[in-house]
Each structure stands twice: as structure tokens, then as C-alpha cells.
């Protein structure tokens, strides 16, 4: 069934109905079987919690926040950056592109002691954590989008004696910018992951404590109603961050691409 | 051009001892089956390929070393093969951007282009929004921008439907006639090849060698009753027939 026959109310109505009948059951559950709160705490706990936690759980989201973003802007430069610099060089391309898979296929929790201890900053040992987890979408996608430029347009701008410049500038990136964005879109669930992985191997690690070691600290207090609105705060980041980018990439990218036109044209 | 041959790398013969000459201002048809090198023969005249054996000598723009200055050749694909991302100005300048001239007389120069094309009202719009049949006016545009001494068009017209075709044909004889740029034309259809040139090499395939040199010899300018005149049924009969003996001389 294609989904773009559906009304625009429904899509949003369907899901937050589906939602709004398993709070319900959740709740029902816990107090028909009285689950205790530091097993599983009914959503109304949670959110009980959430109201009293959350000013204090809002100051270590802003930090996990701010690794976070700083790691998927850093993915974003450095990974645009290096794909350039292997689409102008094969040879960089060749003897580079296994480290960056060796990187991305090391598991980040095996890695993140070794960079806490490195790095001494811990805003930065984090940074680099995240941006380890976050960098190789955007390089693996903006490589094979710089090498899908149409033959026949290359041809042409070789016609007109383009420099290697103008077909990276007139060709190359306006190609890959699609396929950047795709790119930037996983990185940025990618950077999140990488955040909160790190700060539960850095601990509080500094004055700030991120949500991630709140979650920790939740959970060795049984604090569970705590822990679990500290997860909910983190899935909403997860899908804002998923949004904003959503919205970026339609915004660029919607005079030309696919992947942004309105369902009722084409 | 002499004895230009053409072998790909797997050894296998696509062009054999083409000799060509192309008169300033003529209407060459280069016609044949598909895969007989005609696109392989068009980017040898284009110098985006170099032919294995033979020479290529333009002779169009003073310049001895074969080297054609940039804006000095038009090429029309198959395909249009416009930059998705930009509109339709922004398609058309390109010639001019990458040759880094990019001024007011250039911008009145691709308005006046886009308007000889038909398409005055569409300089901002992107490619998608156009139909195909405009998006090939949009790359033949392109290609006339700078003036060029030689077109080339790479069987343009195949992918499109027969009345945007025959629409498309009647435009690019009255900007040929116009200008009299001389042009090279690449297609496998007998009727638009008479209707359209001054001169048709039919080619056949597998190694491509030019098997006859016909001249068109119709009036001028050519109008649309031309296509229901004898005189133009009896010069597709001929090339026809040419085209059907090559191909069977070849296959002994």
C-alpha cells in the first residue's frame, strides 16, 4: 500500500494513536500486577519524574547536546573534507579508505578508554569519540557521490576546457551534495550514539555530567522512574536532530532532487 | 580527416578508414545502424576521443596543432545532459562560466539564445519542470551559446516523441539557416537525415567504414511540404537502398 494516499492528519494521527493505547496498557500492566517502580515504573511515574528531574536532566542533555552536535559538525567538515581530498587523489583514496573502514568497524567502547585517557580535555576525548562513530557515513557517501558525475556532462566540461577546480566545483559537488546529506542524516544518530557510548566510559569525567552518566547513576541508585525519563529525553533529541537534518535536506535540495520532490508533483 | 580508425582496447575494430571533409556551412548527416561508431566518429571530430591510427585536422579555427579552442565546438547528446541543480539560465551560461567570461554581454547572449530556442518565459525554471522535448532545446542552447564554428549532435532527437521530433527538426534547419554553422548530425533515420542535411555519409557497422557520400540536392530553405514532395521520397528511396546494400555487402 502506498503511504502517500493517506491524508497528511492520518500519518501523524495513526502513530500517536498506536502510542496513546500502549502508554495506557503500560499503565494498566504495572498497577493490575503492582510491578514496583524500580522494575518497571508505569509511564505516569515517568512522567511524574520527568516534571521533578527535569530542569536538572535538561542541564546534562545540553552537554551531551553540545558533544553531539560538535561531533556531527566536525563530521560534516572533516568527512566532506577528506572525500574531496579522495575524489582530487585515487591514490589517497586507496592507501586511506581502509583506515577509515578499520576505524568505523573497531567497536567505539574498546577505543573510548584509550582516548579518554589520550586526550586530556574531556569535552574533546568525548568530541573525538563521537565524531569516530559519526565521520564515516558522510565520507563513504559524499566519495561515491563525487564519482557519480553524469560521463556525458564530463565530457562537456572537458569540451569547454573546464580545470580540475570547475569540475569539482560545477560538477562534482553539486552531484554529491545529495548523497551528503543522506550521508549527515545517519551521521547524526551516529554522533548521538557516539556521545552517550563515550560518557558512560568517561563517567562524569569532568564538572558536567552528560545524560548518558545520569542513566548510569540512575540505574546504580534504582532510580528507575529517573533513568527511564532520561532515555525518553535521549530519543527525542535522537529524533529532532533526525528532523532538523530531514528538513535541511529538502530544503537544499528541493528544486532538483528526487528525493524532495512534493508527492504531488514529478 | 584521413584513414581515422578507431580500435578499443579489447581490440575490437569500431571505425576503419573513415576519410572525411567537412565544408564550412554544410549539413553533414552521419547515418547508420546502431553500433556502427557513429558516436565513436562524433567525439573523434569533437577531440574527446583520439582515434588509434589516422589524423584529424580541423581546419575551422586557425590552429594548427588540432587543438580546437574551447567554445569553438558544440555537442549535442543523446541525452540532454543538463546540470539537474540549475536552471535554466544558469544550464545555458555554463560555456561561458567555465570559460571564466561571465559578463552582462554574455547574460544578454544566453537570453537571446534561450529565446531563439523558443524558450523565453522558462530562464528560471529547473529541468525537471521541463518536457523533454524543451529540455533538449535547452542543451542545443547551450551548445550555440558561444557561437560555435562546428555542431555536433549526437542522434539528439531519438528519445523523443514523433511530433515533438518533427517540431525539433524544423527549428534546428531554421537556426542552421540562420547561421550557417557547419554541422555534424548523427542519427539512424533515413527521413530526417534527407530532410535535415545538405550531405549524408551512410555508414555501416562492425569495423564503421563510410560506404557512400550522397549530397542532398533539395531547395532551400526547407519547409515541412517538403517532407510530402516526390523529389524528397525518391532521395530517401536512394539513401535507403545505399543503406540496405552496405549492410548486406557487409554481412558476406
Not at chain 2, 542552447?141 to 527538426?169: Q, Y
Not at chain 2, 524528397?232 to 546494400?245: D, F, G, H, P, Q
Request: neutral net charge.
Amino acid at each position: 500500500m502506498n503511504p502517500g494516499r493517506f491524508a497528511r492528519p492520518w500519518r501523524i494521527a495513526s502513530p500517536l494513536a498506536v502510542g496513546a493505547v500502549l502508554l495506557v496498557l503500560w499503565e494498566a500492566v504495572v498497577r493490575v500486577e503492582h510491578i514496583p517502580p524500580y522494575i518497571l515504573p508505569g509511564p505516569l511515574a515517568i512522567g511524574e519524574s520527568l516534571w521533578t528531574d527535569g530542569p536538572s536532566l535538561l542541564g546534562s542533555l545540553l552537554v551531551t547536546l553540545r558533544v553531539t552536535l560538535a561531533a556531527l559538525a566536525a563530521a560534516a567538515i572533516f568527512g566532506g573534507a577528506i572525500a574531496v581530498l579522495f575524489s582530487l587523489s585515487r591514490i589517497l583514496e586507496l592507501s586511506l579508505f581502509p583506515y577509515a573502514v578499520i576505524l568505523q568497524v573497531t567497536p567505539i567502547v574498546a577505543i573510548a578508554p584509550l582516548i579518554i585517557i589520550w586526550v586530556r580535555e574531556p569535552f574533546l576525548a568525548l568530541l573525538v569519540c563521537a565524531w569516530i562513530v559519526a565521520f564515516f557515513p558522510v565520507v563513504a557517501n559524499t566519495t561515491v557521490g563525487l564519482n557519480s558525475a553524469d560521463r556525458n556532462l564530463l565530457a562537456l566540461f572537458r569540451l569547454y576546457g573546464a580545470s580540475r577546480g570547475q569540475v569539482l566545483r560545477y560538477l562534482k559537488l553539486p552531484t554529491a551534495l545529495p548523497y551528503f546529506l543522506a550521508g549527515l542524516r545517519i551521521s547524526g544518530g551516529l554522533a548521538l550514539i557516539g556521545a552517550v557510548v563515550a560518557e558512560f566510559v568517561a563517567g562524569t569525567g569532568g564538572t558536567e555530567t552528560g545524560l548518558a552518566f545520569r542513566i548510569l547513576e540512575a540505574g546504580y541508585r534504582l532510580v528507575i522512574p529517573r533513568l527511564f525519563a532520561a532515555l525518553f529525553l535521549l530519543s527525542l533529541t535522537g529524533i529532532v536532530i533526525y528532523l532538523v537534518l530531514d528538513a535541511l535536506s529538502r530544503a537544499l535540495l528541493r528544486h532538483w532532487h528526487e528525493s524532495a520532490l512534493e508527492e504531488d508533483e514529478g | 580527416m584521413r584513414g581515422i580508425g578507431k580500435r578499443f582496447r579489447s581490440g575490437l575494430a569500431a571505425l576503419e578508414a573513415i576519410d572525411l571533409d567537412l565544408g564550412a556551412g554544410e549539413f553533414l548527416s552521419i547515418l547508420g545502424p546502431s553500433g556502427c561508431g557513429k558516436t565513436t566518429l562524433l567525439r573523434i571530430i569533437a577531440g574527446l576521443a583520439e582515434p588509434s591510427e589516422g589524423e584529424r585536422r580541423l581546419s575551422l579555427t586557425v590552429d594548427g596543432g588540432g587543438h580546437i579552442p574551447s567554445g569553438g565546438v558544440g555537442f549535442v547528446f543523446q541525452d540532454p545532459t543538463l546540470m539537474p541543480w540549475s536552471t535554466v539560465i544558469d544550464n545555458v551560461l555554463l560555456p561561458f562560466r567555465l570559460a571564466r567570461r561571465v559578463g552582462s554581454a554574455e547574460r544578454e547572449r544566453v537570453r537571446e539564445e534561450i529565446r531563439a530556442v523558443g524558450l523565453a518565459g522558462f530562464e528560471r525554471a529547473y529541468p525537471r519542470q521541463l518536457s523533454g522535448g524543451m529540455r533538449m532545446r535547452v542543451s542545443i542552447a547551450r551548445a550555440l551559446v558561444t557561437d560555435p564554428d562546428l555542431l555536433l549532435l549526437d542522434e539528439p532527437f531519438a528519445a523523443l516523441d514523433e511530433i515533438t521530433r518533427t517540431a525539433l527538426n524544423d527549428d534546428l534547419l531554421r537556426l542552421w539557416e540562420n547561421r550557417r554553422t557547419t554541422v555534424v548530425f548523427v542519427t539512424h533515420s533515413v527521413f530526417e537525415s534527407v530532410y535535415l542535411s545538405t550531405r549524408i555519409a551512410v555508414m555501416t557497422t562492425r569495423p564503421g567504414r563510410i560506404a557512400a557520400d550522397l549530397p542532398v540536392e533539395l531547395p532551400q530553405p526547407r519547409e515541412r511540404a517538403l517532407r510530402m514532395s516526390p523529389g524528397y521520397a525518391a532521395i530517401c528511396a536512394t539513401v535507403s537502398n545505399t543503406l540496405a546494400r552496405a549492410m548486406a555487402d557487409q554481412s558476406q
